[in-house]
């Protein structure tokens, strides 16, 4: 039986801490073997003990740099026998962090986020990371099982989790079959909305395709002209059934020219079904809130109104015994001089 590489390097493994699951071994050897003998620059989020950028060191012998970057100011006293590697102290999801990662490297061709797990905080570091990457980068998200667990800010179909995002930038990788005009932006407007976040349209046309496996997701990058489903390409001369073929034959692809969805309730939605059922729970929110501050308002005025009737009530009173005491008064006069 074959041993893979990878699953030797860890077998030998005996300093710093690295944690991985079973499953992912297998990935990263298939995954990574194409940037193995290359001089890369590695950035992982998350550093932990700094085992797995031993290992990185150990697994990539002719890499640049290795650098990791943890929120934990702790991480900055791990030291290491390699001097390509190194830490950041810093959040991956903030603008100055990510500047700082670009003054040390202008790119990146693997980026693995292995951070704090939060949906929110793997939206935002892809937001200001996958930029960093080079085309023909690998930017892979570990331990997506987070994404189903509301102690990170997930759920099956929680519409903000990480899943549902990269979910999500799958529509974006076939932009050209929308079949409306819209920027792929235009379908992670929720993500903006909600998580305060700010998508490179550049950016999203360089995602060239995503790949999940259990816990993991695997995005590369290249450039946007690779990207694009390109010219038909029809071969052989002979077509008995079906014809029409060979007329069409390296014609450009133009199925939205042909096929506009403007039209199409689906497309124009405004949204997944649970991102609108989101909204709506917002709003009933807001409308029950409003509808509260109402009936308080009108208890206030009920008050008012008790009050005003019971001030109208004692002024009849008032008056009534007024108008009639001249009239018993009369009375008593008249009953007593004339019996």
């Known amino acids: 039986m074959t041993v893979n590489h990878l699953t030797l390097l860890l077998k030998e493994h005996d300093t710093k801490i690295l944690f991985k699951w079973y499953s992912y071994i297998a990935v990263y050897e298939r995954s990574l073997l194409h940037y193995r003998d290359r001089p890369i620059n590695i950035l992982e989020i998350g550093v932990l003990n700094g085992g797995s950028l031993e290992l990185w060191a150990k697994y990539f012998s002719n890499a640049k740099q290795i650098i990791g970057c943890d929120t934990n100011p702790d991480c900055a006293k791990l030291s290491f026998n390699d001097s390509r590697i190194s830490v950041l102290i810093g959040d991956a999801t903030q603008a100055e962090v990510a500047e700082k990662l670009s003054q040390t490297s202008s790119k990146f061709d693997v980026v693995i986020d292995d951070g704090s797990h939060q949906s929110i905080d793997i939206i935002r570091s892809f937001v200001r990371i996958f930029p960093l990457l080079c085309d ?193 008064w009369c009375s008593r006069i008249i009953f007593k001089t004339n019996p």
């Not at 071969?235 to 039209?263: C, P």
């Not at 124009?268 to 509260?292: A, F, R, Y």
């Open 136 to 328: 023909d980068g690998l930017y892979i998200i570990e331990d997506l099982h987070t994404s189903y667990w509301s102690q990170y800010g997930g759920g099956l179909y929680q519409p903000t989790s990480a899943m549902s995002f990269l979910k999500r930038l799958a529509d974006v990788i076939n932009h050209e079959h929308w079949g409306v005009s819209w920027r792929r932006a235009q379908v992670l407007e929720f993500f903006c909305k909600r998580l305060g976040v700010r998508f490179d349209e550049s950016s999203l046309a360089s995602i060239h395709s995503i790949e999940f496996v259990n816990s993991m997701c695997l995005i590369r990058k290249k450039p946007f002209t690779e990207n694009l489903l390109g010219n038909s390409h029809i071969f052989g001369l002979e077509e008995h059934v079906s014809k029409g073929h060979l007329q069409i034959r390296n014609t450009a692809n133009s199925f939205a020219k042909y096929f506009s969805q403007k039209d199409n309730l689906w497309t124009n939605i405004g949204g997944l079904p649970e991102e609108v059922l989101e909204l709506t729970k917002e709003e009933l929110g807001q409308l029950k809130e409003e509808l509260g501050q109402l009936r308080q308002e009108i208890m206030k005025l009920n008050q008012s109104l008790q009050h005003h009737v019971s001030t109208i009530e004692q002024i009849k009173k008032s008056y009534s015994w007024r108008l009639t005491a001249p009239l018993r």
